[in-house]
């Protein structure tokens, strides 16, 4: 029973090769984040939207953008992605109480050719 | 500033030991506290939520000191399915909801037989 599910679960593309990576979730949650994860290290939010209220992090590259075009969306879209993107990529939703944990998806791991 | 901060580990434990970590954070305004558990190139899974009065799930123990500004995680009888890594997460709730998640950058937890 997935709740928040990401597509694809490994994504390659080239150097400087736009893509997309998309989230889906079945919990009706209103508050929806992308992190970026590598190796070894914590996630790391670049950007979260509060129903449609998009909020970025202030370190995140404005080669990261994101789109949310209903409750169960959410895209992550790389316009031109560097080596140094090569990373796991997790959604993750929540209801508005901060007490509340986070639900995350399997993730997508983003490989730069 | 905000930070988490956990002893990276590894820590090597006998199967059927008890084991027990930290992670302190700098934000005072914290609010919400959760450990998650991540497998090796997988998302991060809730394990449980942190409560001032500390609670207990099964062989998992959690605590929080507020004046000390730590949480702990208690493991009791270890199994090797516990080998993994444990990540630390506080939300520091800064009056916009659950946007404030800061993760540490998790503990590696090797269970032996």
């Known amino acids: 029973d997935a709740m928040v599910i990401q597509n694809p679960r490994y994504q390659v593309t080239q150097f400087g090769k736009p893509v997309t990576l998309s989230c889906s979730q079945t919990l009706n949650h209103n508050v929806m984040y992308w992190y970026q994860q590598k190796s070894s290290q914590a996630p790391k939010l670049l950007f979260h939207y509060y129903d449609k209220d998009f909020n970025n992090e202030a370190d995140t590259p404005d080669n990261f953008q994101s789109r949310r075009p209903n409750t169960s969306f959410c895209f992550l879209d790389i316009r031109s992605p560097g080596l140094g993107d090569a990373a796991m990529y997790l959604c993750?939703?929540?209801?508005?109480?901060?007490?509340?944990?986070?639900?995350f998806g399997d993730g997508t791991r983003l490989s730069i050719l | 500033r905000k930070e988490v901060e956990q002893d990276p580990g590894p820590f090597n434990v006998p199967e059927g030991a008890t084991v027990a970590f930290n992670c302190t954070y700098s934000n005072s305004a914290s609010q919400s506290f959760f450990w998650y558990r991540q497998d090796c190139r997988k998302e991060p899974k809730l394990l449980m939520s942190?409560?001032?009065s500390g609670n207990e799930d099964g062989r998992f123990t959690a605590q929080l000191n507020r004046a000390s500004q730590y949480i702990s995680l208690l493991i009791r009888d270890s199994k090797l399915s516990d080998s993994a890594t444990y990540l630390c997460v506080v939300n520091t709730d800064s009056g916009g909801g659950a946007d404030g998640l800061t993760f540490g950058k998790g503990t590696h937890l090797i269970i032996q037989p």
């Open positions: 993750a939703t929540s209801g508005y109480d901060s007490n509340q944990p986070q639900h």
């Open positions: 942190v409560y001032s």
